[in-house]
């Protein structure tokens, strides 16, 4: 754990840099040019969704299956980038055929179902550039991933985009720039992101680029095509898990109500960064626990990681739930964020479901039964799109975040009781109800503090005792033994 906790401990704190960044952007910008930011979310959640379609799992392939072209004489990997461009440029040119041979057909049916299509008619082909340049960045960073290295690519996907986006929607705000050339900023800033990551990773390693390490050893592509495919539908599912309800917003709502959502899923975005952080660095390891069929270690970083990400997130939870309306009445526009608050907490539960069950898809993706991914993945999207669809039609946006809680609460229970059943092993231990009892006793705390009339007073002195009392409590009840290890390695130990 220790290698996890070095790298998601950097990486951490550069995504938190951009966290701080995206919730300045929150309170003060993007209520400014909210259909604006509608606009831009809308863009990338249609380009990561059909993501898959065009990259179909490689990501993974190039975690998995790196040790399989990796060359421990020359210390290169041989032949795995030329696979995997190739197989990113049929694949493109697969999904453009079916698109256009098949886009009337599919536009019709959206539209009876009372979904506006026109966002996506008029930008069709920024539309497909962004996709295959996702889809190549995604590759990419599982490349870097093998050397244990996350930070790097983290600087540009999180904090990058955090300072581009808030400038962008300034600059439109202050009719600097024409609102028109939205989307075409937008594929450009992505473009640079991949070039970024790739001399990185030619930095980081001498890369074998010459096709002809593809047949200087009889890889089993059966077994590598099989994987991808799977994977890709698995992916597909945490798309239409985290990113469908934008989409929905969008077509059957609007762009600006789109925006208005933004704001508080941005806030609930933040419990992403520990667990991304932990998720990429853990995966190549649990991916090389399994075949050298080590299963304590895998069961050790599933509990262990359950466990840090529920106390991280639990904090963050607590913390933007009680200072929601602070912040609210702080910002550019105080009345949009009125009816937020309650969005807010369905999804910040949402992620801290996700948070509890941690590595679990990872755990079953890189082991035999990885197939099984392929029917939660099923059992996910017929539940979130009907959920969302029915919701959104019944109470709104909030209806929106109600749905999106249940899907992803039985999505991972369905995997968390698969891998107890296949594997005997699950992530809840003694100390993972210890800090849950702790979780609720300082929610309750923060129900009995008073409101100050100041707001940006009432948030530091609400998030002071919220968070202060939640971490001495974990220290001094030794909750947490990775937690206690960072707090008097790096702080008391530089102090004292």
Known sequence: MGVIIRQSFKSSVVSFTGAVLGFLSVIYVYPLELEA???????????????PFVAVGLSSVAIKFFPDFFDKKTSRTKGLIPFLFFNVLLNTALFTIFFIVFKDVIYTAMMRLGFDVSMVEAHELIILLLVVTLSLINIITGLISNYGRIVFPNIFINLGFKIFLPVIILLIFRNLIDVSLLPYLILFFFIGVFFANGIYLTVIKKLEFNVKGL?????????????????????????????????????????????????????????????????NVSTPIVSKAW????????????????????LIGGIILIGGYFCFESLGMISSKPEVFISLKNIFLLLALTKLVDMITSINSAIIGYSKNFKANLYFVMILAVLNISLNYYFINQYGLIGVSMATLISISLFNAFKLIFIYRKFGF??????????????????????????????????????????????VLLYFLKISVDLNKIVNNRIIKKRF
């Not at 789109?258 to 992403?272: C, F, K, S, V, W």
Request: proline share 3%.
């Open 37 to 51: 930011v509608g606009f831009v979310n809308n863009l990338y959640a249609i380009g990561t969704l059909f993501g």
């Open 215 to 279: 047949f200087k050893k009889r890889y089993d592509y059966k077994e590598i095509y099989s994987f991808s495919f799977l994977s890709g539908l698995t992916y597909i599912g945490s798309i239409l898990a985290y990113r469908i309800d934008v989409i929905m917003i969008s077509g059957f709502i609007g762009l600006k109500e789109a925006g208005m959502y933004i704001l508080p899923m941005t806030m609930a975005a933040i419990m992403d960064i520990p667990n991304s952080a932990i998720l």
């Open 291 to 310: 075949k050298d069929g080590d299963l304590n270690k895998i069961k050790s970083i599933y509990k262990k990681a359950s466990l840090n990400l529920f």
């Open 426 to 471: 699950h992530p809840f231990t003694k100390s993972l109800f210890q800090g849950a009892a702790i979780f609720v006793f300082v929610g309750l705390v923060g129900y009995l503090l008073p409101d100050l009339n100041n707001s940006y007073l009432n948030i530091v002195y609400k998030a002071s005792i919220l968070s202060i009392s939640y971490f």
